[in-house]
């Protein structure tokens, strides 16, 4: 018996997935973070607490492990691998850093610094020194692993700035203070090496285990789809995101290209999706309404419901602004319009995926908070035209794949 284990530590919690030879689910865990995303002692304490937890019969089966983790939340490490104090979430942004970084970007022809991972960086730096390392959350905790922090999985690093299609840190990094602290960039699902003596020993785990680097928890959980070459993946969370494996990068602001397992993976993210509607109707709201909407009916509004000011896809705008209004009377047909509108958004995002050059896909799975819902699923069908099928298995079996598949 041959099994791999993925971990996917993710904005509450860490979830753990075993998948057989034949790619198949057998076993998965879960653990919440104790007191945040920003305690790494929680990201280590969760996976001691669910490796443990495997049944030792499929422990010994054990052949391959990677990980996935949070894109974006950065640690400040010494060169041992100690973490410095704690990690800086995903979400977090330093104002006082802007300037800096983007006269930077105006100087280089680079794109948009939102949602970089820099800020984070040199805060780390102003708060530990410039004798440190900055990890993100994947590449320390297999650093962990294999006692070794010398590593970043690219995936892992494109919001840091790494380029994968040029296999390179912008030329002008090496002006930043964080520069020396940035790891060696490799790609995922390869074998970084076995596992450390003593983490297998205190884990129970065989000593011929790999590690295998792992990739963004948004990437895990395509590969947990296991799309295929004409399939599409949306991710309906606090954001619509669109994915889609293609033969190329595709070029165009708003758009991201990830190199994942050997394949690239191009999409967008819009910030319109579930943070806005969760700010307006209350979950248990957000069901019962649900439950009184009629999917075939067409609503014919068309709101914008962003989390804020400005847009990355499928339009690239940093100035639209939410459109909410005007609201109805009825509560369900309020929501009903919101769904709509958000349909109309990923279909737009899709037409626009199409035209750089990718294939509209012949049928599109659905990950996510909003995969639950039937009667979101029926709307976007009718207004996408395409059919849909909803996916729950866990992202960390997308990391198990990738630890799979580089040890057949």
């Known amino acids: 018996m041959c099994l791999a284990l993925g971990i996917d530590l993710g904005t509450s919690g860490v979830r753990i997935a075993i998948l057989n030879q034949e790619n198949e689910l057998i076993f998965s865990d879960s653990e919440k973070y104790q007191t945040g995303l920003e305690a790494s002692e929680d990201w280590i304490s969760c996976c001691i607490t669910l490796i443990k937890a495997i049944p030792i019969k499929l422990k010994n089966a054990l052949k391959a492990i990677s990980v996935a983790g949070t894109s974006g939340t950065l640690i ?10 704690k990690a800086l979430p995903y979400y977090l942004s330093f104002p006082e850093f802007s300037k800096q970084l983007l006269h930077l970007v105006q100087d280089n022809n680079s794109t948009s610094v939102e949602n970089s991972s820099l800020g984070r960086a040199l805060k780390l730096l102003s708060l530990h020194g410039p004798e440190i390392l900055v990890r993100h959350q994947a590449d320390w905790i297999s650093g962990w692993l294999i006692d070794n922090w010398k590593w970043g999985e690219e995936g892992n690093n494109f919001r840091l700035g790494w380029n994968p299609e040029n296999r390179s840190w912008p030329s ?20 970084l090496n076995k596992i450390c003596p003593n983490i297998a020993h205190h884990l129970h785990l065989p000593k011929d285990l790999v590690i295998v680097s792992g990739t963004t928890d948004s990437n895990a959980a395509v590969l947990a789809a296991n799309p295929l070459p004409e399939d599409g993946v949306t991710i309906l969370g606090s954001t619509i995101v669109l994915k889609r494996f293609t033969k190329e990068p595709l070029k165009a602001a708003g758009i991201t290209n990830h190199k994942v397992g050997g394949r690239w993976l191009c999409g967008g993210s819009s910030n319109c ?42 339009v690239n705008n940093p100035n639209l602004e939410p459109i909410l209004e005007p ?22 995002g899709w037409d626009k ?6 294939s509209m896909p012949k049928r599109i799975i659905t990950l996510g908070g909003g995969a639950k819902n039937p009667q979101w699923r029926k709307i976007r069908e009718r207004v996408i035209g395409v059919p849909i099928r909803t996916s729950l298995i866990p992202p960390a079996a997308g990391a198990a794949r990738l630890a799979l598949n580089a040890i057949k």
Not at 302 to 308: E, R
Not at 327 to 348: C, M, N, T, V
């Open 76 to 85: 400040a490490v010494d060169y041992d691998g100690k973490a410095l104090g």
């Open 273 to 314: 999706g579930g943070a806005a509607l969760t700010k307006i109707f209350s979950k248990s709201q957000l069901k019962e309404l649900s439950n009184q909407i009629n999917p075939n009916q067409i609503t014919e509004f068309n709101f914008l419901p962003l989390q804020g000011k400005g847009e990355r896809f499928p």
């Open 353 to 358: 995926l199409t035209q750089l050059g990718s």
């Open 172 to 191: 002008f990094y090496e002006k930043l203070s964080c520069y020396k602290s940035l790891p060696e960039i490799i790609e995922s699902g390869v074998i």
């Open 327 to 348: 609201r109805p009377l009825s509560d369900s047909l309020y929501l009903h319009g919101l769904l709509e509108s958000l349909a109309k958004i990923e279909a737009q």
